[in-house]
């Protein structure tokens, strides 16, 4: 059963900085490219950032200079360092894995608060 667990959220002020976690198992197959999504209240759901298994990136413009993504094969875990957090930074960040190229396993969300 394919899991993903993310950690690291929580309450800053605008300016700081948080790191999330996301550990990922139960694939045999092991994880494809691996991505950070958020939404917002009332938003729909939008990527920030994803990472191939080779280490390709790409970032959405509201993350590009701010956010780094990251991971480690080895444990199937992907990172998001988050600086310069602003307000409009708050919502609910999740995680997404994918497996054999097609099929998307998501966690279950981490709150991120920024105050002003």
């Known amino acids: 059963q394919v899991q993903l667990v993310e950690s690291g959220g929580g309450l800053v002020q605008a300016g700081g900085s948080l790191r999330l976690s996301c550990a990922a198992s139960g694939s045999s197959f092991g994880f494809n490219a691996m991505g950070w999504y958020r939404q917002a209240p009332g938003k729909q759901r939008e990527l920030v950032a994803t990472?191939?298994?080779?280490?390709?990136?790409n970032y959405a413009d509201s993350a590009k200079g701010r956010f780094t993504i990251s991971r480690v094969n080895a444990k199937n875990t992907v990172y998001l360092q988050m600086n310069s957090l602003k307000p409009e930074d708050t919502a609910v960040y999740y995680c997404?894995?994918?497996?054999?190229?097609?099929?998307?396993?998501w966690g279950q969300g981490t709150q991120v608060t920024v105050s002003s």
């Open positions: 990472i191939t298994r080779s280490g390709v990136t």
């Open positions: 997404k894995a994918r497996i054999l190229g097609e099929y998307d396993y």
